[in-house]
């Protein structure tokens, strides 16, 4: 029998609840049953360049009632049968990951194996019951790749499916891939408490999780390979990457980029498409309390300053039992129109966050996000879910920036398309002085740069659309 420690998803929940507004209760559908697409082979080469730095992703848009699918790709320097025989030998399992204490074989039928699955760790314990099918490709057919089947009928991490391709190289390499979908509506006390967060949980959990697993087995099948461990250059920068070939992608998902190697983490990227014009993305995106308010329901922030032009300096402020959280964090927009949001103080204290935005040839507008940031500094028990497995902190600090871009769209969603969001909020004045006392105070005194261009933008709305509403408030 296995226990689960409310606290856990509790804080899970915390990384990936959106706005009430956007949450729903839907019917429910069969994870094991649903139709599951793996990546194509145009899919595999849009995402080369991205493969090419590290780990790419997709993460589709909801389809209700399915719950969204999670593609990961990713190269490995590796023999493709070093990588079939690590992903389709489950009592290899407590070896690979970390987190995974036990293993026990229950049944063996064919190219089949059944087989019980269990984590322990100081704070909690889970497990749960798979059977993974192993579609080897006949020995003259090599190219063909292998094709391995897990489906999770039961357990604490919910029910679903996961589909494993393994693609041999022409330079003696493999390329990677999974798609999966699982669904933790009834996985556990906790989530039957929150149905109407269920979906974003079993995204945020799913991407970890899987993440973990791709990055195991890299390192893993590199190793048995004799080739020496990726080291990675620390330092925050902007990929380079070009995302106006990706909009194909992006009309119905969010596209990842994980930059790690084993337990070591560089930086996650997000990429996403707004249908709206740049500069109403940005004014919502330039207004600190806008944006903190949107990501988690029932949180607040407070403007405390403006240390230096184009910054802004905000308090942030989220009130629950056990997993309760604040922080202080800087806001700038550098010369090159790229925004930086530091956290400064508190839970989200050394988070690195970094956005540009840029027109796609539709007229709709890319955001580029990346980001350096240790979930396990949020609280003990996220601390306590990353010992677990180091790798955690890379999946999971992923899902936060997807909550991100997901937050601001639908920010953006409550703005008629004419206008421009206009921060309401005003930076604190500082006590008058003799010499302060006596000046003029200007009315846009405070606004960072950014958001007196939302405000100006906002006052050229077309003049058709003032007089409709000039006549609305005169009814």
Known sequence: MTRFVPPVAVALALLCTTPTEAQETLPPHDALRAPLHPLTSRDLARLEPLMALGVAGIVEHDMPPLLPAIHYAVRIDAPAETVAEIVATPEGFPELLPAVNEVRIEERRGNSVA????WQTSVFSLGGRAMLTNYAPPAAQRERGWRVVVERTEGDLGHG???WRIRPTDDGGTVLALSTRMDLADANYVTRQMPSSGRSLSRSITMTTALAMMLRVQAEAERRAGRPPRVLDPELRRPAIDV???????LHADIVLIEAAGEQFRQSAVITRYPRREAQVRSVMGDPVAFSEALIQGSTATVTGQPAPRTVAFDWRYDMPLVGASGSMVMR????RVLELDATEGSMRGGRWRFETSRLPSGATAVLGWAHFDVAEG????RAICDADPTFHVGLGASTEIMMARAVRIRIDRIPEAEDHVPTWRVPEAPATPETATASTPPTRGRPPVLLRSAILRRTTPLRARLRRSRGRTR
């Open 244 to 250: 106006r070939p990706l909009e194909p992608m992006l």
């Open 161 to 163: 499916r996961e589909v």
């Open 115 to 118: 087989y019980h699955w269990q």
């Open 379 to 382: 609280n003990f028990v996220l």
């Open 333 to 336: 927009e550098r010369e090159d």
